[in-house]
Nanobody, 112 residues
Framework: QVQLVESGGGLVQPGGSLRLSCGAS????????MAWYRQAPGKQRELVAV???????TYPDSTKGRFTISRDNAKNTMYLQMNSLKPEDTAVYFC??????WGQGTQVTVSS
């Protein structure tokens, strides 16, 4: 069964950092463009970062300059380094493969 599993979420103070990971199984990971999304309570799911198969990354204005997406095809793993975190970054973060496969999400809470 195809599976994406996120990890690394937690509680962090404003200005702090977290690194999320997304491990993939039962897919040829290197063939998929990957992305991180997030969903805060009462809000729509929004794009956080996208990375192509070759490693080119794009970000919306809300995360540009603070978040870095990366991937290690040899380890079937994608990462999201989040710096200078703000309370408005609080959400469940999901990884996505090829706009078709979703993980179960990991909670990120930014609060003092």
């Amino acid at each position: 069964q195809v599976q994406l599993v996120e990890s690394g979420g937690g509680l962090v103070q404003p200005g702090g950092s977290l690194r999320l990971s997304c491990g993939a199984s039962k897919i040829i990971f290197s063939l998929y463009p990957m992305a991180w999304y997030r969903q805060a309570p009462g809000k729509q799911r929004e794009l956080v970062a996208v990375i192509t198969r070759s490693g080119a990354a794009t970000y919306p204005d809300s995360t540009k300059g603070r978040f870095t997406i990366s991937r290690d095809n040899a380890k079937n793993t994608m990462y999201l380094q989040m710096n200078s975190l703000k309370p408005e970054d609080t959400a469940v973060y999901f990884c996505n493969a090829g706009n078709t496969i979703w993980g179960q999400g990991t909670q990120v809470t930014v609060s003092s």
